[in-house]
C-alpha cells in the first residue's frame, strides 16, 4: 500500500531534549516536505527536500533541522524544543516535482508533538 | 505572497444537500490548486489536483472548478452523506504551496 509514514504519532517532551520526528515513504517520490499546522494559523511549511542530499528552507524554519540521505526517508529534527513548537505535525511527498510545481500532494497521518 | 481564504469557514447542510465549497487566491500565476479532506486528528487526503491549464476536474461526486482570471476554485460535493463531514482545504501552488483555512463541513442525518 502506497504511503507516507510519520513516527511518532503522539509525543510529549519538555524543553531542551532533542527530539527527532521520522518520515518514510514508500512511493519512490523525489520530493518530500514538513508542515506545521496550527489553531488559526492553518499549515505551514517547515523545510523541503527535492531530491537525495537537496533540502531548502520553507515558511517557518527556525528550530527545526532536516537531512535527506535516503530518497524514502526525511526525518525532522528539533534540536532544542521550546513550548512554541507544540503543534501537529505532518510530512508530504509527490513525485512530480518540477521547478516549482509540487505536483499532488501524498499526506502522512500527523504526529502530534507537545512542549512543555 | 499568494493568500489563500476559504469561506464559509464552517457549513452544516441535511443529508442529500449538495456541498459548494469556495477558494479564491490572489495571484493567479499558478501552477495547480489541490483540495484536500482532513478528519479530526487524521492527515490530509487529496481529493482532486486541478492543473493551472484545466478549468475543471471530477472524481464519482466530486467536481472542482478553477477560474484563474478571477481566482477562484469551488468544490461541489453532490448528494452529501453524513460521511462527508470533514474539513475541506484547498491549496495553490505558485512555486509554493499555500494553505487556506478550510471549511468545515457538517452533514445532518
Known amino acids: 500500500e502506497a504511503q507516507v509514514t510519520q513516527n511518532p504519532r503522539y509525543l510529549i517532551t519538555v524543553t531542551g531534549k532533542k527530539l527527532t520526528v521520522t518520515c518514510s515513504q514508500n512511493m519512490n517520490h523525489e520530493y518530500m516536505s514538513w508542515y506545521r499546522q496550527d489553531p488559526g494559523l492553518g499549515l505551514r511549511q517547515i523545510y523541503y527536500s527535492m531530491n537525495v542530499e537537496v533540502t531548502d528552507k520553507g515558511d517557518v524554519p527556525e528550530g527545526y533541522k532536516v537531512s535527506r540521505k535516503e530518497k524514502r526517508n526525511f526525518p525532522l529534527i528539533l534540536e532544542s524544543p521550546s513550548p512554541n513548537q507544540t503543534s501537529l505535525y505532518f510530512c508530504a511527498s509527490s513525485s512530480n516535482y518540477r521547478g516549482g510545481d509540487t505536483g499532488e500532494l501524498f499526506f502522512g497521518e500527523g504526529s502530534r508533538l507537545t512542549v512543555l | 505572497k499568494q493568500e489563500v481564504t476559504q469561506i464559509p469557514a464552517a457549513l452544516s447542510v441535511p443529508e442529500g444537500e449538495n456541498l459548494v465549497l469556495n477558494c479564491s487566491f490572489t495571484?493567479?500565476?499558478?501552477?495547480?490548486l489541490q483540495w484536500f479532506r482532513q478528519d479530526p486528528g487524521k492527515g490530509l487526503t487529496s481529493l482532486l489536483l486541478?492543473?493551472?491549464?484545466?478549468r475543471e476536474q471530477t472524481s464519482g461526486r466530486l467536481n472542482a472548478s478553477l477560474d484563474k482570471s478571477s481566482g477562484r476554485s469551488t468544490l461541489y460535493i453532490a448528494a452529501s452523506q453524513p460521511g462527508d463531514s470533514a474539513t475541506y482545504l484547498c491549496?495553490?501552488?505558485?512555486?509554493?504551496?499555500?494553505f487556506g483555512a478550510g471549511t468545515t463541513v457538517t452533514v445532518r442525518a
Open positions: 491549496a495553490v501552488n505558485d512555486y509554493k504551496l499555500s
Open positions: 495571484d493567479s500565476a499558478i501552477y495547480n
Open positions: 486541478i492543473q493551472s491549464s484545466q
